[in-house]
């Protein structure tokens, strides 16, 4: 199974807030959609559920159009981040309630899982949703997602709120559930260095646009952060993708992106250190801001 | 329309026509500790005028909140907008159906002069409740684009329907006295009551559709 | 298997390091079964893909073979063929950083190996 969008566009007025975006799910794997604030990260996961319509492009799963076709819609669970305001109204239902209208709705719901994760994380279903603190809600979302059983389940911001055990808690069982199952899971976060190691492929979205789909570990094997004497670091890194360049006094530091085949040479008067995936982030995403 | 969206509007209908039996139940306790004990039975065959007071506050306020809150739930959570909106009509439907079915047999079981009154009003209650629906989901969709404006517009309505329950409730009791007054130009009001639905239904699910088909999921 | 993952370093890698580390050591032995890639994946926190990863490359070395449908198993001769392996890259590993450490520090081939001589 493959989910698939192409061309996606998403505009309000003058702000494209999806950018042209070409992308591939693959059914079996765990994705991290990561972005800043504003790149378009929960606009993305709504196109790509059909809870938002498209300003152009389709998404579909197997060659078939998602958007109103309920056997599609049938494998995916975008399990949304729960910001309760008051003019929504929905503060007023309980958790047992909304829990219920996701077994209804979801069609392969598994009832004893959202059973036992309840008691896992001592939520109290007898409470209103506006009652629930972030993380509480964050394990209520966690819980849909995770009982949904869809194939493809898309999780905005799961661990917000969440204290980091329970955090530690939530990508063990994510883990659990994806070695049984199989099932397809993009989550996006801000909390990129907690996430990396569960990551197979990381989604990195710049304003809108699709900046890279790369396997983490690949992209982790070819980046390098190359420091030094400015000269000399210049010199090693020649010919080299090169990304957010910092320097201080006659000293410099670059992050480069190795092509397969590449290398910088360590020297006397050149550090090479690996980076890490907020690291990588941070160079690719944070460079606009220095100009 | 099938399994799991038939669920949940089924279970929607029920609790919508839970909050009319509760409203009808409200209003018999109401005017029945006022009354003499020789008086019940007339009381009772009250009945539907409340429930359908009770069904048409309550499709007011639901078809309101169903736009705000249930819509956005269930889209997200993997509703087609084409299911949403056949959900949404026949739950409305479902529950004014019930609550004539419901006034019928009241008044085939009790039969009488306010049954027979009843009986001819019927039309007219059903009329007011479909209309109650309309309005309720206009309102919602008003909100949705200018929030203050949807909410005063409701709080009248609530008012009025409030208001209306109230008459109802207070003059009931007299008998057929007010009512013989309507039945005169029973005709004209059915018929002007039906204008009226024909012209704020097809201005509610058309407007209904098309938000649902470009509606944007926040919760 | 219980050492702690660091940042500075693939995690395959180290996955594969600890494997190996465990082998010299004897906490596991040739013939013996190693953990699967789910049980590592619970174990550390990460994707199974990744454990996968660190496990096929000791699979290409010859150090761990496949028993189909079972799992993994350390193959006979693993543990001197780490060995083997270690001491090759001995030199790029730990040598090469400390000549480059002495030479930024001037200290000349002749000091170092007296420096050797006397631990």
Redo the contacts between chains.
């Keep these: 199974m493959k989910l698939q969008c192409t061309d996606l566009v998403k505009a309000y007025g003058t702000l494209h807030a999806v950018d042209h975006i070409d992308l591939t799910l693959e059914q079996g794997?765990?994705y991290g959609l990561i972005g800043r604030n504003g790149a378009g990260k929960t606009t993305l996961l709504s196109l790509l559920t059909a809870q938002n319509p498209a300003t152009a492009g389709e998404v579909s799963l197997d060659g078939e159009p998602v958007w109103e076709n309920r056997e599609a819609l049938a494998h995916l669970c975008f399990s949304r981040e729960l910001n309760i305001s008051p003019e929504t109204g929905l503060g007023n239902l309980k958790v047992k309630e909304y829990l219920r209208i996701a077994s209804i709705y979801y069609p392969h719901w598994d009832d004893a899982m959202a059973k036992e994760l309840v008691e896992l994380f001592r939520l109290p279903v007898k409470k209103k949703l506006q009652k629930l603190s972030k993380g509480m809600l964050s394990m209520v979302t966690i819980i849909v997602a995770l009982a949904s059983k869809a194939d493809f389940t898309f999780l905005d911001e799961p661990v917000a709120g969440l204290d980091v055990v329970a955090r530690?808690q939530f990508?063990?069982l994510l883990?659990?559930e994806?070695?049984a199952t199989g099932r397809t899971f993009v989550i996006s976060t801000h909390i990129i260095e907690e996430a990396a190691?569960?990551?197979?492929e990381v989604i990195i979205l710049r304003d809108g646009k699709l900046l890279m789909t790369e396997n983490?570990?690949d992209l982790?094997?070819s980046a390098r952060y190359v420091s030094g004497k400015t000269e000399e670091v210049d010199a090693a890194v020649r010919g080299l993708e090169v990304h957010h360049a910092e320097s201080m006094g006659r000293s410099k530091g670059v992050t480069v992106l190795l092509k397969p085949g590449q290398a910088v040479e360590?020297?006397?008067?050149v550090t090479v250190?690996?980076l890490?995936l907020q690291k990588i982030f941070v160079a690719l995403c944070g460079e606009e801001e220095r100009a | 329309m099938r399994g799991r969206n038939l669920r949940f509007w089924r279970r929607y209908a029920l609790e919508l026509l839970g909050i009319g039996l509760g409203a009808a139940f409200f209003c018999l306790v109401v005017s029945a500790m006022g009354a003499k004990p020789e008086a019940l039975p007339g009381v009772l065959m009250c009945t539907p005028y409340y429930l359908s007071m009770g069904c048409a506050f309550g499709l007011i306020l639901c078809c309101f909140s169903i736009h705000i809150s249930y819509l956005p739930l269930i889209l997200a959570m993997g509703s087609t907008r084409r299911e949403a909106f056949w959900g949404f009509l026949l739950c409305r439907l479902a529950v004014v159906a019930a609550a004539a079915v419901v006034s019928l047999l009241v008044w085939l079981l009790l039969p009488g002069d306010v049954a027979r009154d009843g009986l001819t009003l019927l039309p007219l209650l059903a009329l007011l409740m479909l209309l109650s629906s309309h309005l309720g989901s206009l309102m919602g969709l008003l909100y949705q684009k200018w929030k203050g404006l949807g909410i005063c517009i409701l709080a009248v309505l609530c008012g009025a329907a409030g208001a209306g329950a109230s008459v109802t409730v207070m003059t009931s009791s007299r008998g057929t006295a007010l009512l013989s007054q309507w039945m005169g130009p029973l005709g004209t009001w059915i018929a002007v009551g039906t204008v009226l639905w024909l012209l704020l239904g097809a201005a509610d699910l058309l407007l209904t559709r098309n938000t649902l088909r470009r509606r944007e999921v926040k919760l | 298997m219980k050492e702690q993952?660091t940042?500075?370093?693939?995690?395959?890698l180290q996955i594969s390091e600890m494997i190996e580390t465990d082998i010299l050591r004897g906490i596991l032995l040739e013939e013996e079964q190693v953990p699967s890639t789910?049980e590592l994946?619970?174990l550390?926190?990460?994707?199974?893909?990744?454990a996968g990863?660190g496990v096929n490359l000791l699979v290409e070395e010859g150090i761990l073979y496949k028993k189909r449908g079972i799992g993994m198993f350390v193959a006979a001769g693993a543990r001197e063929a780490i060995l083997k392996k270690r001491r090759k890259s001995f030199e790029e590993t730990h040598l090469a950083p400390l000549l480059?450490e002495a030479?930024?520090l001037g200290i000349t081939r002749e000091e170092l190996i007296a420096m050797i001589r006397e631990k």
């Design positions: 794997k765990i530690d990508y063990k883990l659990e994806y070695s190691d569960v990551l197979e983490v570990q982790l094997d360590e020297s006397r008067d250190q690996p890490s | 993952l940042e500075s370093k693939s995690i395959y789910n994946a619970r550390y926190t990460i994707n199974p893909a990744t990863k480059r030479e930024s």
